[in-house]
């Protein structure tokens, strides 16, 4: 079945940075675009960034744009978000996510908590 898990989250200080993996399992992982949403308590779900098939082409939020990165590694099934310039305003649950024939599918979620 399809898996998604996210891992690299943690506390770190406003300005710094953290790089976010997701390894999927159960599917044919270089026929799909990824993407990484995140939730902030209270607020409902977004969307950060997506990468298409073979990671030519990405889009990002207005909000992460210049200090965000997607990337994906075919060979190893793993797409990656790389986030620079944190700041306090980045802290939410963030998550991995693949459409695939009309089902979204997602991670169990990563907690990034910016914080001095």
């Known amino acids: 079945q399809v898996q998604l898990v996210e891992s690299g989250g943690g506390l770190v200080q406003p300005g710094g940075s953290l790089r976010l993996s997701c390894a999927a399992s159960?599917?044919?992982?270089?026929?799909?675009?990824m993407s990484w949403y995140r939730q902030a308590p209270g607020k409902e779900r977004e969307l950060v960034a997506t990468?298409?098939?073979?990671?030519?082409?990405?889009n990002y939020a207005d909000s992460v744009k210049g200090r965000f990165t997607i990337s994906r590694d075919n060979g190893k099934n793993t797409v990656y978000l790389q986030m620079n310039s944190l700041s306090p305003e980045d802290t939410a649950v963030y998550y991995c996510?693949?459409?695939?024939?009309?089902?979204?599918?997602w991670g169990q979620g990563t907690q990034v908590t910016v914080s001095s």
């Open positions: 996510n693949c459409y695939m024939t009309s089902v979204q599918y």
């Open positions: 159960g599917f044919a992982f270089s026929r799909y675009a």
């Open positions: 990468v298409t098939t073979a990671g030519r082409s990405t």
